[in-house]
């Protein structure tokens, strides 16, 4: 149980472009999803939560007309990257959790971004 | 100080022996605990939760839980090579956002 399916694996794309990255909780409705970033042997950084009907929360730093959050159904959230550039290029972690907040969240498998 | 603390390592053990993986937590109303692994490259999977003081066993891995002291830790016996990885500690902290927060993670390396 609890498997979090994250698509696509990869990207790679042209500066400019704006990738869509989604993530979907298969067999249980995710309440609430965060979106991690994480660069080549560093620390997961959370970008932000967001809760199923509700505007994302993002953390400082995070541009929110940069990374675009959808969470418009228990089980899909999207991240769009708009208009990305090279210094976007990262490992993007998509995690979802049910609605018992103690309960631990399960992540997807990643995407690994790359802009030209 | 660091509101969830691992020593980054890496952390070396013999194949067959006990790894012990140590985190810290600084907020004493914390009440749910999990330990990860990343492999490298890979995203994290959950190992164990735990959520009351003691020890609690899943197979070759055991969570011990010491809210008075501040600290969890994860115990892997009999380490295999393929137990090689970054293993991450998270805590909950109550009455808050329920936002996960994450150690930096320590290496083990198992060597065979």
């Known amino acids: 149980g609890a498997v979090v399916s994250q698509h696509p694996s990869w990207v790679i794309c042209k500066s400019g472009t704006s990738v869509k990255i989604e993530c979907r909780s298969l067999?249980?409705?995710?309440?609430?999803m965060f979106w991690y970033r994480q660069f080549p042997k560093q620390s997961l950084m959370l970008m932000a939560t967001?809760?199923?009907?509700?505007?994302?929360?993002?953390e400082q730093g995070v541009e929110k007309d940069k990374f675009l959050i959808n969470h418009a159904s228990l089980t899909l959230s999207t991240l769009t990257v708009t208009s990305a550039h090279p210094e976007d290029s990262s490992f993007y972690i998509c995690?979802?959790?049910?609605?018992?907040?103690?309960?631990?969240?399960?992540f997807g498998d990643g995407t690994r971004l790359s802009i030209l | 100080q660091k509101e969830v603390e691992q020593n980054s390592g890496p952390l070396s053990v013999p194949e067959g022996a006990i790894a012990s993986l140590n985190c810290t937590y600084s907020?004493?109303?914390?009440?749910?605990f999990f330990w990860y692994r990343q492999y490298s490259g890979k995203s994290p999977e959950l190992i164990m939760s735990?959520?009351?003081?003691g020890d609690k066993e899943d197979g070759r891995f055991t969570a011990q839980l010491n809210k008075a002291s501040q600290y969890v830790s994860l115990l892997i016996r009999d380490s295999q090579p393929s137990d090689s990885a970054t293993y991450l500690c998270?805590?909950?902290?109550?009455?808050?956002?329920?936002?996960?927060?994450f150690g930096r993670g320590t290496s083990l390396i198992v060597h065979p």
């Open positions: 967001s809760n199923e009907g509700s505007k994302a929360t993002y």
């Open positions: 735990i959520y009351s003081n």
């Open positions: 907020d004493r109303g914390s009440q749910s």
């Open positions: 998270a805590v909950i902290k109550s009455g808050g956002s329920y936002i996960p927060t």
């Open positions: 067999d249980f409705q995710a309440t609430t």
């Open positions: 995690s979802a959790r049910s609605r018992d907040n103690n309960q631990p969240q399960h």
